[in-house]
């Protein structure tokens, strides 16, 4: 991640100084690290919902003791992707329509934000970066290739977190507890919502975003953000039908 110094003149103050210290004491846990490879596992249907999630398992698996795993379970139950139940312990939870609809609506608007920011302090760098991303999601999109699409979806907005000016928001949606789930709900996304519905959109979407970036208008890039991520509720829906839709609640994970 890019280095991010102080401006001259300014001093690091206390308070900034407490934050720094504690953002990275949280990302560098061992429950942090597992919950994040746990979404990830869960994200692309690799743990299906319903399957138990043994501590002891776990910690062989992860090579680490149970303490950490235990955590890691806790941050998941937090996240609503695990439910424990009394002397069974924690079960991967069926996918929560509800609970991704509010997690994309907060991403929306943060990215779209964030887009906003990049716009105004944009480099002609930045733009040939951003439009090379997008030839790899196009690309990997036609060849119907899961797993580039994601790598390539996941550079596409970490570039524009991590360039937009905004420490605090990068640390937000990219190195926090919260950060990991939205990105595992962006990967779920993928794989529940069909290659053939995401290759309608993937190449014009993203190069709007970049479009309106290159453009210098901020107002546009935002709005092109919040339409493409809105756009994947509206693939998802497709996918798993209206029915499903309506009922808010939980449907399973995909079979591989």
Request: include cysteine; glycine fraction near 6%; aromatic fraction near 6%.
């Amino acid at each position: 991640m890019k280095k991010l110094s102080v401006p001259k003149g300014k001093k690091t103050t206390a308070v900034q100084k407490r934050i720094k210290t504690q953002v990275g004491a949280q990302e560098n846990t061992a429950a942090n690290i597992i919950f994040g490879k746990m979404v990830e596992l869960i994200s692309t249907g690799e743990w299906r919902s319903g399957m138990h999630l043994s501590e002891v398992q776990l910690s062989e698996r992860f090579e680490v003791s149970r303490t950490p795993v235990r955590e890691a379970l806790g941050l998941l139950k937090e996240a609503g992707m695990a439910t424990r139940q009394p002397k069974l312990g924690y079960f991967v939870s069926p996918f929560d329509i509800i609970a991704c609809c509010e997690l994309l609506n907060i991403r929306a608007v943060l990215e779209g934000y964030a887009s906003s920011e990049l716009t105004s302090r944009r480099s002609d760098i930045d733009i040939i970066i951003l439009r090379d991303i997008v030839k790899d999601i196009a690309a990997a999109a036609k060849d119907s290739n899961q797993n580039n699409y994601i790598q390539a979806e996941n550079a596409f907005h970490d570039y524009i977190l991590e360039h937009c000016g905004n420490r605090q928001l990068w640390h937000l949606l990219y190195s926090s507890s919260m950060g990991t789930l939205i990105r595992g709900i962006r990967e779920r996304i993928v794989v529940l919502a069909e290659m053939t519905h995401v290759q309608t959109a993937a190449e014009k979407e993203h190069l709007e975003i970049v479009d309106a970036i290159a453009e210098g208008d901020p107002s546009k890039a935002e709005r092109c953000m919040l339409e493409h991520i809105r756009g994947g509720l509206e693939r998802l829906q497709k996918t798993i039908g209206p029915i499903a839709w309506q009922k808010g609640n939980a449907f399973p994970n995909p079979v591989k």
